[in-house]
Nanobody, 116 residues
């Protein structure tokens, strides 16, 4: 599975962005999809995941500001980010994993910069 992330950019604090990650294969539907982020000099952190059936999980810092969703018909996972803060500035990576298949794929990152 190849993953192509898009939607990053520069936004002012309090603004919104929507990230998209398109997968190359219909098999993406069985994977748990997720978004992770990595700020300069810091470790990569979980932002949100969504299972094939739509069960979601969020990093503690999201606090209701972000929403992950997926469209199986488009093999795409989304991350709607609202009320953005400067500390949300990072490279955001999409991920698809299926541990029972021993499969884990990463897309290229997309940079999100939030100005104060």
């Amino acid at each position: 599975v190849q993953l192509q992330a898009s939607g990053g950019g520069l936004v002012q604090a309090g603004g919104s962005l929507k990230l998209s990650c398109a997968a190359s294969s219909n098999s993406f539907a069985v994977y748990t999809a997720g978004w992770y982020r990595q700020a300069p000099g810091k470790q990569r952190k979980l932002v949100a995941t969504i299972t094939s059936g739509g069960i979601t999980n969020y990093g503690h810092f999201v606090k209701g500001r972000f929403t992950i969703s997926r469209d199986h018909s488009k093999n795409t996972v989304y991350l709607q980010m609202n009320s953005l803060k400067p500390e949300d500035t990072a490279v955001y990576f999409c991920n698809a994993e299926a541990p029972w298949l021993d499969r884990n794929f990463w897309g290229q990152g997309t940079l999100v910069t939030v100005s104060s």
